[in-house]
């Protein structure tokens, strides 16, 4: 069965300060996998994607198959970055984890 | 310009009172699709829409019914709503299948169930 683990609820970082939402995957398939973001007051949209192996606004995000994860980082984090982050797997379907709630703190 | 729209916003209910929600789009996607949120829980996929083609996931509940009467609208029924239906739902579209994972999600709305 597919499934998208995101272990942390919370996550509080200090503004500038490196950030890394956690995901796991379990997928029996290749897998495709993507962020999504939500900001207070605003609609779920796609961050980034694994494929085009590309930054959006200063987010990264490695596939790595062999411990099957596909962690969401940034260096430096800004007070904007404060949003519900979901990891999503595309399979027959999208399948969302349960989110990462990001607070930057000044 | 808003693209997926969802109406309304809040809906409050009664047990067991059926319950429409509407979601319409303008972006002429082919695929739309239907999330029940609960609190601090992922987005759950409830069926989707390719064209006129419905196809629906299998746990479901058979309370939960959707009608796409045209491209732009699409709505979902609730036949008689239990206090565990009470939670967000998102309407989202896609332009294909293929494109999947570039979904346009709506504003949801959030169902109360008294």
């Known amino acids: 069965a597919q499934r998208v683990t995101q272990p942390e609820k919370l996550l509080s970082v200090f503004k500038g300060a490196p950030v890394e939402l956690k995901c796991n995957y379990s997928?029996?398939?290749?897998?495709?996998l993507f962020w999504y973001v939500q900001y207070s007051r605003q609609r779920l949209q796609l961050l980034l994607r694994h494929i085009s192996r590309e930054s959006i606004k200063g987010f990264t995000a490695d596939l790595n198959k062999g411990e099957t994860s596909f962690h969401l980082k940034k260096p430096f984090a800004q007070e904007e970055d404060s949003a519900m982050y979901y990891c999503a797997l595309k399979c027959n379907r999208l399948a969302f984890g349960k989110g990462n709630q990001v607070v930057v703190i000044p | 310009d808003a693209m997926v729209i969802q109406n309304p916003r809040y809906q409050v209910t009664q047990f067991g009172k059926p319950v429409t929600l509407s979601c319409s789009q303008t972006?002429?996607?082919?695929?739309m699709y239907w999330y029940q949120q609960k609190s601090s829980q992922a987005p759950k996929l409830l069926f989707h829409y390719y064209d006129k083609d419905f196809n629906n996931e299998a746990d479901t509940p058979d309370n939960f019914q959707s009608r796409r009467p045209n491209t732009s609208f699409c709505f979902l029924d609730i036949r008689s709503p239990g206090l565990g239906d009470a939670a967000m739902y998102l309407c989202a579209t896609s332009r294909d299948r293929q494109g999947m994972e570039t979904q346009y999600f709506g504003p949801g709305t959030r169902l109360l169930v008294l």
């Open positions: 972006l002429n996607h082919n695929v």
């Open positions: 997928y029996s398939g290749s897998p495709e």
